[in-house]
């Protein structure tokens, strides 16, 4: 018997025949459809993600300057009704976890990586910082796609780019994990049928974690565990835009350090103009440092494999040669993002 956790919308998912995998302790949809029929989806038009595995902890307003010590960026200034993404360092200034805050006039609602709510709630309470894990008591989901606010607007008050609401019945973000337009909705698990039937009656499609990763890629995006690390500094991971002067957060001399004397490793992004792919673990060269893929999948948008690969150093050269199964293919690494 299955030791899994499983969200409120399980037994759609058995419903729809999605095929089911292990993701950081949950039993969570890989596909429905397909992968790259969902990632078109979502590309062309709208598709719905069942997030509910992600943390959901809620802090008063009174716990903000405490939060700030602990991640890298400025949310003490953030207007309330604003989306934050940032990330809570460790003393040697490398990733804990990368979330999302949602600002508002009383409170905090903090969203983390599912492999991480409890060390993010430990770190919580050994800062004496008191918060509500809600992460049960509520459900969350994704509605993503150039479509998502056409379809939204008949339920709720759309907010602009990476602001967030409150109704009282959902508490919701205009943000999501896919470079499309989109948004993240929190509501309380006695509405799951009710959003399901509005799900379903405007025919957004169930989108499964396999679309989510190709998706993300495409966008550029970072995966805990992947691009950041307990070994993988925002420095590092080439997020240096998240960073802040404003606070003394933990790490902050190490992050510094590596800001002013660039001795630290480099994240890069790569194409290969194939449908070869450099999974995570890929071996790397280039012409003065050695490296090893971090995420890498197919582009279906490109129609090329891409990814992430992180150096010990900076790379003199953008030709990369990786070793896929034996096999030395060459790539490149390219300065702007996969997709605009």
């Not at 983390?112 to 430990?122: D, L, P, Q």
């Not at 509520?138 to 479509?147: D, R, V």
């Not at 606010?149 to 959902?170: I, M, Q, R």
């Amino acid at each position: 018997m299955s030791n899994l956790l499983t969200t409120q919308f399980y037994n759609f998912h058995l419903e729809q025949k999605s095929k089911l995998i292990e993701f950081a302790g949950w039993d969570m949809p890989f596909s429905y459809d397909g992968t790259l029929k969902e990632h078109n989806y979502v590309r062309n038009d709208c598709g719905f993600f069942d997030v509910s595995h992600m943390g959901r902890i809620v802090l008063n307003i009174d716990q903000i300057e405490n939060i700030s010590k602990l991640i890298c960026s400025n949310i003490v200034n953030l207007e309330n009704t604003k989306a934050l993404y940032t990330i809570f360092t460790d003393i040697n200034g490398k990733a804990l976890d990368d979330v999302i805050f949602w600002k508002f006039e009383n409170k905090l609602v903090l969203i983390c990586n599912a492999s991480n709510r409890e060390k993010i709630s430990k770190h919580l309470t050994n800062n004496n910082i008191e918060f509500e894990d809600q992460t049960f008591d509520t459900s969350l989901i994704a509605i993503q796609g150039p479509n998502s606010a056409k379809h939204l607007k008949k339920l709720l008050d759309l907010p602009e780019h990476f602001s967030a609401k409150d109704s009282g019945e959902y508490i919701y973000a205009r943000t999501g994990y896919t470079g499309e337009d989109g948004f993240e909705i929190m509501f309380d698990n006695s509405k799951v049928e009710e959003m399901l039937n509005f799900i379903t009656n405007n025919d957004i499609k169930p989108c499964g974690l396999g679309s989510r990763d190709t998706l993300r890629l495409e966008a550029s995006l970072p995966l805990y565990g992947f691009e950041l690390t307990e070994e993988i500094s925002p420095v590092e991971a080439n997020l240096k835009w998240v960073l802040t002067n404003e606070n003394n957060y933990l790490g902050k001399d190490v992050i510094d350090n590596e800001l002013n004397n660039g001795n630290h490793k480099v994240l890069k992004k790569f194409v290969i103009d194939s449908k070869k792919i450099a999974r995570s673990g890929t071996k790397v060269k280039s012409k003065n440092v050695n490296g090893v893929v971090t995420s890498g999948n197919y582009s279906p948008i490109l129609d090329k494999s891409i990814g992430f690969v992180l150096f010990d150093s900076s790379p003199e050269s953008d030709l990369l040669e990786f070793d896929i199964r034996g096999n030395f293919i060459e790539g490149n690494i390219i300065n702007k993002r996969f997709l605009r």
